[in-house]
Structures are given as C-alpha cells and as structure tokens.
C-alpha cells in the first residue's frame, strides 16, 4: 500500500524536464530557421532593388542612345574631350565647319555615353560601360565575365547581373544585351552588323554600400527582434515548467497527507491500525528470520468512557493526546506505538531477550500514566490495563498476537486494573468475558431480568417527600446481582441502552399508574437519560408518542442527562431540550460539578435541576473546599433560577449543611436507599401526607 501511494515522483520530475528541454530545442530552431530566412530574403530584396536602379540607369542609357542613334549621332564642337572620332573616318560628314567658322564633329552616342558615364560615376558613382565581343573601340573590349553574358545573349539570354567588387567596394552590376537598330548601321554596317543582331552589350555596375548599410540595419533589426521574442519564449516555458514543478510537488504533498491519513491516527500523530498491523507484519517477518522474540503490548487506559462523559470529550482528546505522548516516552525508537482507536493503544517491541523488557516497558508505562494530567487548569488521574503476548509463544501471526494481548488485557482490567498480564493459553478459554457480558445482556432484556428501584427524593425545606428517583437492577440468573455502573457502560457502547432505556420508561410509567390507583400520587418521577439515547434520532418523538398515550404522566416526568450532552452542540441539545420542556418534562443535570463545569451552557439551555455529585456531598462537612464549592453552585444556581438537588446524603450533618446552604432538594441513603416495587410502595404509603397525595 505504502509503494501504491507513493508514485515515483522523481520520474515526474525527470519527465518534465526532458519535455522542457525539447520544447526549448524546437523553440530555438524555429526561432533560428525564422532568422535565417529572414536574412536570406533581406539580401534578395537588397539585390532586387540594386538590380531596379541598374535597370532604370540602363533603360535611361537606353532611351538616350535610341534618341542620339535615330539622329544618326550628334554633332558637338570640337574639343578637347571632343576629337573626331578616328573610328568614324570612313563617314564623309564625320567633319562640318558651321557658316560662322565653328568645326563639328560627328559623336556617335558609345562614345557619349561613355563619357556621361565617366561624369555619372565621378557624381555618383555608378558606373556604365558598353562593351561588344567585336569593339570598335579596344576600351570597349569585354572582361571574362562580360564575355560570358555576350555569349549568352546571342543564344536568347536577356539579362546578367553579379554582385562584385570594384577598387574594394562592393558593387552590383548588370548587363543586358544591346540590339543592332537601323539607326545603327550609319556607324557599324561597315562591321557587317544587321538590324536586329546583338552587337554587345551594356553594363551598369551600381554601388552597394548604401543598400548593405539599409538591409544590415535591417539585419540587425531582425536580430534584436527574434533575440527577445525567443528570450520571451524561454521565460514562457520556463514559467510552465516552473508551474509544472510545483503542480508536482503540491501533489506530492498532498499524496504525502493522504498517505499520512491513511497511515496515522489524527488525533495522537501515531500510527493507525493499518499501519500497525503492517508494522507488526514486518517485525514478525524480521523477528523469524533472525529467530527474535517480540513484543506485543495492548494498553487500555481504564474509566476513560467517565473521563470523557464527566470533563468532556474536547478534554478527553487532550487527554489522549497527552497520554499517547508519555507512551511514546517510555519506549525506544525502534518501538512502535499506535493508537487502535479509542482509548486503545499497542506497543511493538521488536526485539526482545526475554519477558523482562517487556515487563519493565510497562511497568513504565503504568508509572507515566500514573502522573496526574493537567489540562485547562483541571486535573485528572487516569491508569491503564495493559495485555502482553511474546511472539512466537503467544501466536504465530498478528491477527493472533493481537487478540491474546486483547483478552490478557481484559484479564488486567478484571483484575482489579492499572495493572499488566502476560497472556497464557488458560485465559483463552475464559476469554470473550466482554461478549459473553454483551450477549448476556441482550438476553436479559428478552427475559425480563431488569428490575426497577425507587430512591426518594425530599424537599429540603419540609423533609416531605416530592418524588423518587429510578434506578435500573439487573438480577442474572448465571451471573448474579449486577450493578448499572458495570453494565451500563457496555449498554451504552453497544447500543443496547437504547431498547433498555425504552423498557426503563416504559416500567417506570407503569409503577407510577399503579402507585396512582392506589392514591399514593408522586409528585415527580425522575428517570436517567444516556447520552447514547438521549442523541438517538427519533428520542424526542419517541418521547411525545409516550406522553400523549399516557396522559398521567403529563408534567410529572424529570430526565436526568450528564453535562456532556451539552458539548455536542452540533446535535443542538438546546432544540431538543427545548421541546422536551414544551411538554412538560423536566431536565435535571446529574453528576453535576464533576464534568466539564462550564456553567456557560446552564444559561443557554433549557434545564430545570441540577444535581450536585455525590463526591462532593460526602466532603462537605469535612472539607472546606468542597463546602465553598457546593455553597457556591446553589447560589450560582439560584441565581440562574435552578434548583439544586444534592446526591448521596447520608448524615445529619450533611444535611444540615445543605439546608443551610439553601438546597431545595435532597436524596441519599439517609432518607431512603433505591428500593424495589413492592418496598417503595410501603415507603409511599408511609410517607405521603394525605394533602400531597392529592395533586
Ligand atoms: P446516578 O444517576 O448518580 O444515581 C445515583 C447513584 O447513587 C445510584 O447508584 C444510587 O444507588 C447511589 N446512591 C444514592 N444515594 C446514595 C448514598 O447516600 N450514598 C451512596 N454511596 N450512593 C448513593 P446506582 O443505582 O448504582 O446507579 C449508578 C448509576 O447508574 C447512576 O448514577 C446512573 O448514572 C446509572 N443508572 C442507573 N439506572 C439507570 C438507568 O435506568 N438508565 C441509565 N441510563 N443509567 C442508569
Ligand atoms: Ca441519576
Ligand atoms: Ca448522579
């Protein structure tokens, strides 16, 4: 279970970063592709426009020399840049004087050309040449690659162009073709050119550093441009896979809490039952192969049932918090303690030489426990019963061990407890004391082996008697006499005390019907509540059903329920306080003074009587404190509009005190202990005065 929940986050975390790192990788090379892409396509435009500037400066040419060409050339002063031309001797009119003296000469427009051009690249720096694989001019004579492109245009081709350098700049230049025109054949029909033959071509080299320093800005642009857009990337996934991580690690932790509450009492931090056995399962497996012993310890703390209805169970949890503390003080840390649940906690010693270990752990344990706790400023004492087995004596398996450390448990508590026992094979036979008490029970019910007793209740005022109180007796057959406060708790965990509690309402109405035949009315007939039943869903209903088909009963009945009641306000005991009181029940608090004695929950709920324990009764003319205390609950209650009945009055001067504290009611073995059907009857009819026989 432990692997099962437990996945292996490390294989996560190895997971997502491979997944992170390939996205990073494909993330660059998009961004990268992207680049280059870009650059590559910034140098074709570059070139591109280069190329348009070479070809509008061409068609310019173009347009000039089929102008100065459709002329048949110019005529322009003679100069000292302007000779005549010797490669056009053979035209007769290559020479003219005007009619005032001025001497012409025939340009033909190469020659023009090539001199605007030299004028354009000192300008401007574009550079224009003609050239011809047949030149009448040697200047004019093609380079290597020039000759190449004349070649091609004579086989169709219709433009070049190359990037190249010149005198170290860069420099992109083009040539197209130059077609023979019938302009042309004035000057070049004596070469043998034809209209409509290549004769040359004419190149224009156009200078690139302006477009270089453009297209690099650019360039550079670019770069700053994807350089952020792929670190925004990388932060992006960075930031998913930083997420990612803590997604991983919240579910590691929140796995971790499931595994921790699956595995560990939440209460006390120890380990649970599941995690126990699984425990015990492994130092079994450890102690056989190593050929130990071990140790099981079963402690059950004894009377915390008490604990818990008197001080509440919000103390009860401390209290269990505390004494799981001490236990896990007395052991080493190779010791396990758990919590079962409840008030139920083992011990696994894992290896030990002999009994002797054992007996001193919980010798320990019994002397931690001893000490008393302290809780909220109140104190309680508490003991334990603790069951000891020794693996393999006492069993093979831990289901085994387990249970006999169970019954020797039992055999502690029943051995007057605060105390361990080493389980033997004999208690086995005798074990299941608990069920049989349980099963017992239950047949006590179907055999009617229940009995009622009355105890008298007095006003304290008068000493007449007002009402009684029913007390529950159980007469069995195998087991003999037993007292509530043995079964009751059992009946109270089992369930029973609710089928129980029915019969002891039930009889107790049908006493008071009888009594009311023979004119013996009592005023008030109190019956005890458990909690169990008085949290049953239904109770009040239950209740209602019972008081509208028993009209004598109305205003005359008194519940007696313990303090703890109160701190399960989640039930809201108010409501159904309240609804109780509507018809006319009373409430009494019993026990009172030795619970949680938050006297808060007496204002806010509904209750009629307080009943102060007998413990503090028995001290009040002994002990000062107690009589300050129960002095001070009657004026506290008085002063709430409660009254007070005092418990477990058994001399004069317990009386006495108590009268003159002003307590309006008394009950004890002074005026009356509980008393079967029959003796009551005669108490009644000894008791009553005749005007409060008359309600
Ligand atoms: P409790 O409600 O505090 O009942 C009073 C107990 O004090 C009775 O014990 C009674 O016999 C005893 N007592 C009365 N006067 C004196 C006295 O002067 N001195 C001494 N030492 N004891 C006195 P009992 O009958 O053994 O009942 C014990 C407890 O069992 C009750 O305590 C009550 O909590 C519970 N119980 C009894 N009958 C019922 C029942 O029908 N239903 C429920 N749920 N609980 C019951
Ligand atoms: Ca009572
Ligand atoms: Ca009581």
Known sequence: MVNRLFPNFQNDERRLHIQMWIVLGVWTLLILFLLLWLLRNEDTEMLELARQEA?????????????ATKHGGIYVPVSEHTQPSPYLSHISERDLVTSSGRRLTLMNPAFMLRQMMDDYNELYGVKGRITSLNPLNPENAPDEWEREALKAFELGEVERFEVTEINEAPF????????????????????????????GGVGVSVPLAGYLSVTNSRKRNFLVALSMIWGVGVVGVWLIGKRSQQRIQERKNYEGQIWHQANFDSLTGLSNRSLFMDRLDRALAYARRHEHKLALLFIDLDRFKDVNDTLGHAVGDLLLQEAAKRLQGCVRDMDTVSRLGGDEFTIILPEVVDGMSA?????????????????????????????????????????????????????????????????TWEMNKEAGGRVTLEAALRRALKRDEFELHYQPILTASDGNLIGAEALIRWESPELGLIGPNEFIPLA???????????????????????????????????????????????????????????????????????????MDEHREPGARLGKLRE?????????????????????????????????????????????????????????????????????????????????????????????????????????????????
């Open 172 to 199: 992109l230049r083009l040539i197209r073709p130059m077609v023979t025109t019938e302009g042309c054949l004035k000057c070049h029909g004596h070469q043998g050119f034809t209209k409509g033959s290549i004769r």
């Open 359 to 423: 007996t001193m752990v919980a010798g320990t344990i019994l002397t931690s426990l001893s000490r008393p706790f302290e809780m909220d400023g109140q104190e309680a004492q508490l003991s334990a019963s603790i069951g000891i087995t020794i693996f393999p004596h006492d069993g093979e398996n831990p289901g085994m061990l387990l249970q006999n450390a169970d019954t020797a448990m039992y055999r502690a508590k029943a051995e007057g407890r605060n105390t361990f026992r080493y389980f």
């Open 55 to 67: 070809v509008a400066n061409f068609n310019k040419d173009q347009a000039f020399r089929v102008w």
């Open 583 to 695: 018809q006319g029940i009373g409430i009494a608090i019993d026990d009172f003074g030795t619970g949680y004695s938050s006297l808060s929950y007496l204002k806010r709920f509904p209750v009629d009587k307080i009943k102060i324990d007998r413990s503090f009764v028995r001290d009040v003319t002994s002990d000062p404190e107690d009589a300050a205390l129960c002095e001070a609950i009657i004026a506290m209650a008085h002063h709430l509009g409660l009254e007070v009945v005092a418990e477990g009055v058994e001399t004069d001067q317990q009386w006495q005190f108590l009268r003159d504290s002003g307590c309006d009611y008394a009950q004890g073995y002074l005026f009356g202990r509980p008393m079967p059907f029959d003796r009551f009857t005669d108490y009644l009819k000894q008791n009553l005065t005749m005007d409060r026989a008359v309600v």
């Open 492 to 566: 109270e965990e089992s369930g029973l005390i609710v089928p129980i509690g029915d019969w002891v309402l039930k009889k107790a109405a049908a006493d008071l019907a009888k009594w009311d035949h023979a004119g013996l009315v009592l005023q008030k007939l109190s019956v005890n509540v458990s909690i169990v039943q008085f949290q049953m869903k239904g109770f009040t209903r239950k209740i209602l059903d019972i008081l509208n088909n028993q009209p004598h009963l109305a205003s005359r009945l008194f519940f007696e329920i313990t303090e703890s009641v109160f």
